[in-house]
């Protein structure tokens, strides 16, 4: 598994590459003689008669999965470099390891197209880990953060924080087009142009833009909106109209919910699924009427790392600096916070 948040650090850092991906093996508390992992992907969920169409990825054989309950939590498909295409530790290693040693090394600037989350965290991480690398940031909107329902002042300090920790800010930048090109001592750049007329030459070209969506083309139809997410009820069950919906959960990015997708949320989400199946266990063996959580919507919030600091927006307003980034990231972004609070116990070496 992979520490997809911390991916931007990834990106930067072999080293910390090496911690940001464990193999399930490797995670003691879940080495259970009850608990069977199968790597591969999910073609098809029948909900009418609970069985799973899984293709592993080892073997690349089709098996099936009867199940009692069903919780989907596939996310996002989201594109490279957004998050890394790697299906076993050995090639993430490469895939993030040959995109890391390209940027670090760089002599022109590497420049970072998209000012989301994502692009933001990506071009302050690298410039954070080797202050010699010119990083640009290039945003097609007059604010970064555009795409989000988050107020402006939310916005603005994620653009000063970038700017403060030495990553250069094109605001009203839209990419044109970029052509590979050979500099006078032979090493590969780019001519890159933007749609108003800027021209620039980098050594790297990260594109943060792609639209991602949610994985869930193995579902019937008739669970998800016309974007693809999932229409949970509140209590993370599927839709009425489905067959056996009580039986079939899903949580995370891939439910149709109000909020900006986050670890948080999804974390939650799962851990509600998990106690509203064991409700249902308990009606089921003892009679007793469920006692379902419910999620209730989730207003605009972020917690945004943008170097050695961090901005927050949440019920209690806006909060940034170093403290935030300590409080919401500690020094690996996430990693640790995530796992303890996975109760997974002794992180690995
Ligand atoms: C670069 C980056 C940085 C982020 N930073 C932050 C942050 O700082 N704070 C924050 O709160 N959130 C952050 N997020 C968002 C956060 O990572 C997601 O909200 C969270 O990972 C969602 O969890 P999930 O379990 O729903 O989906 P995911 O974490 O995407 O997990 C889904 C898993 O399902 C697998 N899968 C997909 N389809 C199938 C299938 N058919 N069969 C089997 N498996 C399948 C995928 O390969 C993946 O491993 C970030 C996201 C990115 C990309």
């Given at each position: 598994?992979?520490?997809?948040?911390?991916?931007p650090l990834a990106m930067a850092s072999r080293e910390y590459a090496e911690k940001?991906?464990?193999?399930?093996?490797?995670?003691?508390?879940?080495?259970?003689?009850?608990?069977?992992?199968?790597?591969?992907?999910?073609?098809?969920?029948?909900?009418?008669?609970?069985?799973?169409?899984?293709?592993?990825?080892?073997?690349?054989?089709?098996?099936?999965?009867?199940?009692?309950?069903?919780?989907?939590?596939?996310?996002?498909?989201?594109?490279?470099?957004?998050?890394?295409?790697?299906?076993?530790?050995?090639?993430?290693?490469?895939?993030v390891g040959t995109h890391c040693d390209k940027v670090v090394?760089?002599?022109?600037?590497?420049?970072?197209?998209?000012?989301?989350?994502?692009?933001?965290?990506?071009?302050?991480?690298?410039?954070?880990?080797?202050?010699?690398?010119?990083?640009t940031l290039a945003h097609s909107r007059d604010k970064l953060l555009s795409a989000e329902p988050l107020p402006d002042m939310v916005k603005d300090c994620a653009c000063e924080l970038a700017e403060q920790g030495g990553v250069e800010v094109l605001l009203n930048h839209r990419l044109a087009g970029h052509t590979p090109v050979k500099s006078a001592d032979g090493s590969d750049l780019y001519e890159v142009e933007f749609t108003n007329g800027h021209k620039m030459t980098a050594s790297e070209v990260i594109m943060a833009i792609s639209r991602s969506v949610p994985s869930t083309s193995y579902l019937p139809q008739q669970a998800l909106n016309s974007e693809g997410y999932v229409n949970v009820r509140p209590t993370m069950h599927f839709p009425v109209e489905i067959p056996n919906a009580d039986a079939h959960f899903a949580a995370g990015d891939m439910i149709n919910w109000s909020g900006i997708k986050r670890c948080g949320g999804a974390?939650?989400?799962?851990?509600?699924?998990?106690?509203?199946?064991?409700?249902?266990?308990?009606?089921?063996?003892?009679?007793?009427?469920?006692?379902?959580?419910?999620?209730?919507?989730?207003?605009?919030?972020?917690?945004?790392?943008?170097?050695?600091?961090?901005?927050?927006?949440?019920?209690?307003?806006?909060?940034?600096?170093?403290?935030v980034m300590r409080l919401f990231f500690e020094e690996d972004l996430g990693f640790r916070i995530v796992w303890d609070h996975l109760r997974l116990s002794g992180v690995p070496k």
């Open positions: 598994m992979d520490h997809l948040i911390g991916s940001a991906w464990v193999e399930y093996k490797h995670v003691k508390v879940l080495q259970r003689p009850n608990v069977t992992f199968i790597q591969g992907t999910v073609a098809n969920v029948d909900c009418e008669n609970k069985k799973a169409t899984i293709s592993e990825h080892k073997t690349q054989k089709t098996r099936e999965e009867s199940y009692d309950f069903f919780i989907g939590t596939t996310g996002l498909r989201r594109a490279w470099p957004v998050a890394p295409q790697s299906l076993t530790r050995e090639e993430y290693l490469v895939e090394n760089s002599t022109a600037p590497v420049l970072v197209v998209g000012g989301g989350a994502v692009g933001i965290e990506m071009a302050a991480e690298l410039k954070y880990l080797k202050p010699s690398v010119h990083v974390l939650h989400q799962g851990y509600m699924a998990a106690v509203n199946i064991h409700q249902t266990m308990l009606q089921q063996l003892h009679g007793k009427e469920p006692e379902f959580l419910k999620l209730s919507e989730i207003p605009p919030m972020i917690g945004l790392a943008v170097g050695e600091s961090a901005v927050s927006y949440g019920t209690d307003g806006m909060n940034y600096g170093p403290q």
